[in-house]
C-alpha cells in the first residue's frame, strides 16, 4: 500500500487515541454470530479466581509440535484469552475476541452461527478441561471447584431393607415448573417420593421381592462453587415441541442449605458450612427457538454489579442483576438483538443459570466476609480485592520455577500460576513488555500506545484498535431478596 494513506491514518487515530487508561471498567467479548452463551459463561468463570488460577496452572507449550497438542492448544487459547481480559486494557482495548478459543474446539464458521445451551456448552468446557489436566498429570482442579454430591436414600416401609445411591453432579438442574423461589425447588429437589402400587421398589432381594418404600434425596457434599440450572425449557406435549417457562422465579442473594444435607454431612466434623453468595447470573431472553444470554457478575470483594452483553459492559444495580432477572413481571423486554448479529429472539429477561459461591472460600481470598449488597459502593477491578493488576512501568517479571498446582484458598495472584515462558508470550502480544520499558514518563507511554494502534493500520497481523485478538508467535445481603419461605 502506498505510504500516504497510511501517514494520514496514522496521524487521524493519534489524535482519537485516549490521553490515559482507565482499570474502572472491565472488557467484553465480542459475538461471532450466535455465541453470546459462550460469552456469558467465560465471564462468569473469568471473574473466578479460584477457576482462573487453574486454568493459569495447567503447563501448556508454545511449541507446535507439543505432546497432547489438542488438549494444549485449548488450554493455551483459554490461556490467553483470560489474560487479554486481564490485561488487554492496559493497551486501551475494550474488547476481546473469542476466535482462537473456538478454532481450538475445532469449530467451522458454520459453528459459532448456532446458538447453543449454555449449560450444555458449560458441560463441553469442563469436560475439555479434565482432559486437558489429564493429559498433563495434573489433579481434577474442575472437580475440586464445581463437583458436588446427591444420596438417594431408599427405604422400605414394611420389611427392614434400604439402598442407598449416590451420584455426582457439576451443575444442579431445578424445576420451575410449579415453583415460586430458589427454596421451593430446592424443597421439591428433595421431596420424599412414595414408590408404590405400580410403581413398588425392586428390592431384587429374594426375600422381599417389590416392596412399597419411600425414597428420599439429600446433599452429601456441596462445592466450593455451586452452579444451578433453571430448567426454563420443557417439552409441550401439545404442540410437540420445546417451549421456554416465562414465570417469576425469585433467588436470594445470600443462600444457606444446610437444611437440605443428609444427616451424615451435617454431623460430620470439619466440613465448611454450606452458606453460599451470589456470584453471577447468566440470564437468557428469547423462546425456546432463540434468543440472547447476558451475564451479571459481581467480581469477588466487591458490591457491584457488572452487566455483560458481549463487547457492552456496564455498571448496574443490584436489582437490575437480581430482581429484574426472577423473570414474569419483574423482567424488563429484552430489545437487543436476540440472537447476536441477526435479531433473532428478543424477549423478556430472565435467570438460566446461577453462580454462587461458597463463603468460606470468599473469606479465606478477602480476609473477610463478604460485602453486604447494600454497601452500594462503586468498585473497579483494581479496587475489588481480587488480583493486583500490572501498571505501565511495573517491571517485575513472572516467577520462575516449577509451576505448583492451584490449591483451594490460595490468595496469591492467578496469573502467576502461568509459566514464565508463557505469560511472558502473552506480554509480548499484548506489547505489555515494550510498554513497562518505555514508561519512564506519560508521555512515552502514550506513544506506546500509539504505535501499538497505527500498528493495527500499518498493517501488523492480528491487531485491532480497541480490540485484542492477538495471534500468537509462530513456534512460541440486599439480602432483602433472601427468600428463606
Given at each position: 500500500m502506498p505510504s500516504c494513506p497510511n501517514a494520514i491514518a496514522a496521524t487521524l487515530l493519534l489524535s482519537l487515541l485516549p490521553s490515559h487508561t482507565t482499570s474502572a471498567a472491565y472488557l467484553g467479548l465480542r459475538n461471532q454470530g450466535n455465541t453470546c452463551y459462550m460469552n456469558s459463561l467465560l465471564q462468569s468463570l473469568h471473574h473466578l479466581p479460584e477457576f482462573r488460577r487453574a486454568i493459569y496452572s495447567i503447563p501448556t507449550s508454545l511449541q507446535s509440535n507439543a505432546s497432547s497438542a489438542t488438549e494444549n492448544l485449548f488450554a493455551l487459547a483459554l490461556q490467553r484469552l483470560f489474560f487479554q481480559l486481564e490485561c488487554g486494557e492496559l493497551v486501551g482495548a475494550s474488547e476481546v475476541g473469542t476466535e482462537q478459543l473456538t478454532r481450538s474446539f475445532g469449530w467451522t464458521r458454520a459453528d459459532v452461527m448456532v446458538q447453543q445451551d449454555v449449560q450444555e456448552f458449560a458441560r463441553m468446557l469442563c469436560d475439555a478441561l479434565q482432559q486437558s489436566m489429564r493429559a498433563h498429570g495434573m489433579r481434577d482442579a474442575v472437580a475440586e471447584l464445581f463437583e458436588g454430591r446427591t444420596s438417594s436414600v431408599t427405604r422400605c416401609t414394611r420389611v427392614d431393607f434400604s439402598s442407598e445411591k449416590e451420584e455426582r453432579f457439576y451443575d444442579l438442574s431445578l424445576p420451575v415448573q410449579g415453583c415460586r423461589s430458589l427454596h421451593a425447588a430446592l424443597r421439591q429437589f428433595v421431596h420424599a417420593e412414595q414408590l408404590c402400587g405400580a410403581n413398588q421398589y425392586n428390592t431384587r432381594d429374594p426375600r422381599f421381592g417389590k416392596q412399597d418404600a419411600r425414597r428420599a434425596t439429600r446433599f452429601k457434599s456441596l462445592p466450593p462453587v455451586l452452579q444451578v440450572h433453571l430448567k426454563r425449557f420443557e417439552y409441550d406435549v401439545e404442540s410437540g415441541s420445546m417451549r421456554k417457562l416465562q414465570q417469576a422465579f425469585s433467588f436470594p442473594t445470600r443462600l444457606s442449605l444446610a437444611r437440605f444435607m443428609a444427616e451424615s454431612a451435617r454431623n460430620g466434623a470439619g466440613a465448611p458450612p454450606p452458606e453460599y453468595e451470589l456470584h453471577a447470573v447468566l440470564s437468557h431472553g428469547g423462546d425456546a427457538g432463540s434468543g440472547h444470554y447476558i451475564a451479571y457478575v459481581r467480581p469477588r470483594g466487591t458490591a457491584q454489579w457488572w452487566e455483560f452483553d458481549d463487547t457492552r459492559v456496564r455498571q448496574v444495580e443490584e436489582h437490575v442483576a437480581v430482581k429484574q432477572q426472577f423473570g414474569g413481571r419483574h423482567s424488563p423486554v429484552n430489545t437487543r438483538n436476540g440472537g447476536g448479529l441477526f435479531g433473532f429472539g428478543g424477549g423478556p429477561m430472565n435467570?438460566?443459570?446461577?453462580?454462587?459461591?461458597?463463603?468460606?472460600?470468599?473469606?479465606?481470598?478477602?480476609?473477610?466476609?463478604?460485602?453486604?449488597?447494600?454497601?452500594?459502593?462503586?468498585?473497579?477491578?483494581?479496587?475489588?480485592?481480587?488480583?493486583?493488576?500490572?501498571?505501565?512501568?511495573?517491571?517485575?517479571?513472572?516467577?520462575?520455577?516449577?509451576?505448583?498446582?492451584?490449591?483451594?484458598?490460595?490468595?496469591?495472584?492467578?496469573?502467576?500460576?502461568?509459566?514464565?515462558?508463557?505469560?511472558?508470550?502473552?506480554?509480548?502480544?499484548?506489547?505489555?513488555?515494550?510498554?513497562?520499558?518505555?514508561?519512564?514518563?506519560?508521555?512515552?507511554?502514550?506513544?506506546?500506545?500509539?504505535?501499538?494502534?497505527?500498528?493495527?493500520?500499518?498493517?501488523?497481523?492480528?491487531?485491532?484498535?480497541?480490540?485484542?485478538?492477538?495471534?500468537?508467535?509462530?513456534?512460541?445481603?440486599h439480602a432483602a431478596e433472601v427468600d428463606e419461605e
Open positions: 435467570a438460566y443459570m446461577l453462580v454462587y459461591v461458597r463463603r468460606d472460600l470468599i473469606v479465606a481470598r478477602d480476609g473477610a466476609g463478604a460485602p453486604s449488597s447494600s454497601a452500594a459502593t462503586a468498585a473497579s477491578p483494581a479496587a475489588s480485592g481480587d488480583v493486583t493488576e500490572p501498571r505501565l512501568g511495573d517491571v517485575t517479571e513472572p516467577r520462575s520455577g516449577d509451576v505448583t498446582e492451584p490449591r483451594l484458598g490460595d490468595v496469591t495472584e492467578p496469573r502467576s500460576a502461568l509459566a514464565p515462558e508463557v505469560r511472558a508470550a502473552f506480554e509480548r502480544e499484548l506489547g505489555l513488555r515494550s510498554r513497562r520499558r518505555r514508561a519512564a514518563t506519560p508521555a512515552v507511554a502514550s506513544a506506546a500506545s500509539a504505535r501499538v494502534a497505527v500498528g493495527a493500520v500499518m498493517g501488523a497481523p492480528g491487531v485491532a484498535i480497541n480490540s485484542v485478538d492477538f495471534e500468537a508467535p509462530e513456534g512460541e445481603a
